[in-house]
């Protein structure tokens, strides 16, 4: 089946990648030219593991191509997938400016019956706006369908999570159409389920709200534990053993970031408000997760005095593997640590490049080891392997001081006492 993907952010440039991988012929469509031509050239426009090889070697084999040209993306394909950035307004709404905009082109230029499959998080009601669009600019009359198809990649492991994912969910209003998506996937050994169009698009939302709350609870978890002087990584695996509730995604820390939950959440509170429901233990959730940084850097200021400190700040991305820095606890955090008048200095293995087009009143170090050289007191923020791997001891010799905040616990405390530091992490 021919394949054309509207928009290369995440989403929209590992599925195409990947369903060429697949055997298919796939056209990736952006209307940013030079991303367009980068990408031509082997150029990504993300940080992803193992994602250029496998874009280079399919573009090289005639199954990827790329291009500019919405009429070209959609009169040579029969199944259209739309990927395009919904990123919310301030009150959490989501923006749905691209996805309509999408939807009148493929109206315009539809040559034939299409299936039009929505790969964006969109809110529930929207597969039927964009039928909606479609019809009204459709310049020649034909048949399409309007499927959704949620996808529920994780950055950093985004083509491992999309070539085998847990669940397909194809949502649509006939099967007929259901089925036509149900094809590209035939090779790829998941379980797919059909639903309707509306669950689908609550399924994606869902998805992401309850990992948000499992994470937001074991968070608060983690305030009681430190009140009553337990310990949140063994509660959390005694919970976790529990097959119904499961150890993942019950790490406690900083809080969650990156692009997706912070987002996902405030539009699934939003969608329903606007149905009349108040969601809340999503305001909650949300709630409790706005509220960590703020205290985590409380912790940090009722042990030390920060002012004329010079901190080390580990980690810039919203987790390990990734050069996000969208709703990056850590840059939250370097916020405070400024407004202390405290000399901060940061590394991050990825994420510098992207940090320093915001980020200015920092140092940049080379390497974590530069970074701590003459810290009074070091933070992890992001818990990149490099960090657990890093030698403590050379840390530890290297610094002026022998505070350790570790807003991911991700050492031993009792490790890190014996190797001389004044350690500080979540819920231990
Ligand atoms: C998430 C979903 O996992 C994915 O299915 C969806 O398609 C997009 O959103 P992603 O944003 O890439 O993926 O990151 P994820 O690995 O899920 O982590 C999200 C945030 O939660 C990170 O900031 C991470 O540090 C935090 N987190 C995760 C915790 O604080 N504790 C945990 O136990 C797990």
New binding site residues.
């Given amino acids: 089946m021919k394949i054309s993907v509207i928009g290369t952010g995440y989403v929209g440039l590992v599925t195409g990648v990947v369903f060429a991988q697949l055997g298919h012929t796939v056209i990736c469509m952006d209307k940013n030219r030079e991303k367009i031509d980068n990408l031509k050239r082997g150029i990504m426009p993300i940080y992803e593991p193992g994602l250029k090889e496998m874009a280079v070697k399919n573009h090289d084999e005639g199954r990827l191509f790329y291009t500019w040209d919405i009429k070209e993306a959609v009169t040579k394909s029969d199944l259209i997938m739309i990927a395009v950035d919904t990123m919310p307004k301030e009150n959490w709404q989501t923006n749905l400016g691209s996805v309509k905009a999408v939807a009148k082109d493929i109206g315009i230029w539809m040559n034939g019956y299409k299936v039009i499959v929505n790969k964006s998080t969109v809110p529930v009601g929207t597969g039927n706006l964009v039928e909606r669009i479609i019809r009204q600019n459709q310049k020649k009359k034909c048949g399409f369908d309007v499927v959704s198809n949620p ?6 492991q985004a083509i491992n999570d999309t070539l085998h994912p847990d669940r397909v969910i194809i949502g649509a209003e006939n099967t007929a159409a259901a089925m036509k998506v149900v094809e590209i996937y035939q090779d790829m050994n998941t379980v797919v389920k059909v639903t309707k169009l509306k669950s689908a698009e609550l399924i994606k939302y869902a ?2 709200a309850f ?1 948000a709350t499992k ?1 937001s609870f074991i968070n608060s978890l983690a305030d009681l534990a430190e009140l009553t002087e337990s310990d949140i990584e063994e509660i959390a695996e005694g919970i976790g053993l529990d097959k119904r509730i499961g150890r993942q ?3 406690a ?1 900083i ?7 912070p987002k996902d959440v405030g539009s699934l509170i939003y969608t329903a408000k606007e149905f009349g429901y108040d969601f809340s233990i999503l305001r909650e959730v949300k709630r409790v997760n706005e509220a960590r940084i703020e205290r985590f850097f409380a912790k940090m200021k009722k042990t030390v005095k920060l002012k004329k400190k010079r901190i080390a700040v580990l980690g810039l991305s ?2 390990p593997d990734t050069d996000d820095l969208r709703e990056s606890p850590s840059l939250k955090l370097i916020k405070f640590l400024l407004k202390e008048d405290s000399e901060v200095i940061v590394y991050d293995p990825v994420a510098m490049d992207n940090a320093k087009a915001s980020l200015k009143r920092v140092k940049y170090a080379k390497n974590a080891y530069e970074c701590v050289k003459g810290a009074d007191i070091t933070v992890l923020v992001t818990e990149w392997n490099e960090f657990r791997n890093a030698d403590l001891k050379k840390i530890k010799k290297l610094m002026k001081g022998d505070l350790f905040f570790d807003g991911r616990n991700a050492f031993e405390p009792h490790i890190m006492k014996k190797l001389g530091f004044r350690y500080f992490s979540v819920g231990r």
């Fill in positions: 996808e529920f990649l994780r950055e950093g998805s992401n990992l994470i995604f019950l790490n820390g809080g969650y970031g990156g692009s997706c939950f919203f987790k």
